[in-house]
């Protein structure tokens, strides 16, 4: 399987977003999307299982991103809401291969998107 990300671009301070993730085949299994911003580690955003039932999001992420999946086009989203300089950084879809109940670390996906670059000026 492959997964493309893209909806990433230039945005002002306060503004939105909406990232997608469209995977290659049908994945039913988790996803989540990452973040890594110049000079820091990958670091978890959200994540959503496959029924949706589940969902995770990272602190920084509550209240301003929502995750979302649509498994009939095999595409996950990502809404984000008023964004900050903090957030500029290039973020990543994943997914994995397995069932598991862990959903926010690096571990926990083993099939990665290539990332698009999310800047935020002030």
């Known amino acids: 399987v492959q997964l493309q990300a893209s909806g990433g671009g230039l945005v002002e301070a306060g503004g939105s977003l909406r990232l997608s993730c469209a995977a290659s085949?049908?994945?039913?299994?988790?996803m989540a999307w990452f973040r890594q911003a110049p000079g820091k580690e990958r670091e978890f955003v959200a994540a959503?299982?496959?029924?949706?039932?589940?969902?995770e999001y990272a602190e920084a992420a509550k209240g301003r991103f929502t995750i979302s999946r649509d498994n009939a086009k095999n595409t996950m989203y990502l809404h984000m809401n008023s964004l900050t300089r903090e957030d500029t950084a290039v973020y990543y879809c994943?997914?994995?291969?397995?069932?598991?109940?862990?959903?926010?670390?690096?571990?926990?996906?083993?099939?990665w998107g290539q990332g698009t670059q999310v800047t935020v000026s002030s």
């Open positions: 959503i299982s496959w029924s949706g039932k589940t969902i």
């Open positions: 994943a997914t994995r291969s397995y069932y598991s109940g862990s959903y926010n670390g690096l571990q926990d996906y083993n099939v």
């Open positions: 085949g049908r994945r039913e299994y988790a």
